[in-house]
Nanobody, 121 residues
Framework: QVQLVESGGGLVQAGDSLRLSCAASGRTSSYTMGWFRQAPGKERDFVATISGSGSRTYYTDSVKARFTISRDKGKNTVYLQMNSLKPEDTAVYFC???????????????WGQGTQVTVSS
């Protein structure tokens, strides 16, 4: 059984940085790990994913050059470093795990409870 627990969210000002963490329990070393976000009244959208090997990463266009996804297999943890935050980044951020190398949230079986990120202007 895979369990995911996110942490690191909070209230920041535009231009600030945050690092989200996702601590995983269970066998996730070969899984694709992803970060997704959901703003009020909107669908859950792909933000970034990293392959099981860590060699492939994908980002949605709006966060490229600002966000970095990484994973530490020794700690079984995935990170999302978020720099130059903007008010439009405000959302609940979810960590997820999939056996497929995909950015589609429908292909992710395991989900964390989410962590709120609020960026004020």
């Amino acid at each position: 059984q895979v369990q995911l627990v996110e942490s690191g969210g909070g209230l920041v000002q535009a231009g600030d940085s945050l690092r989200l963490s996702c601590a995983a329990s269970g066998r996730t070393s070969s899984y694709t790990m992803g970060w997704f976000r959901q703003a009020p009244g909107k669908e859950r959208d792909f933000v970034a994913t990293i392959s099981g090997s860590g060699s492939r990463t994908y980002y949605t266009d709006s966060v490229k050059a600002r966000f970095t996804i990484s994973r530490d297999k020794g700690k079984n943890t995935v990170y999302l470093q978020m720099n130059s935050l903007k008010p439009e980044d405000t959302a609940v951020y979810f960590c997820a795990a999939s056996t497929r190398d995909t950015t589609s949230p429908q292909q992710y079986r395991y989900w964390g409870q989410g962590t709120q990120v609020t960026v004020s202007s």
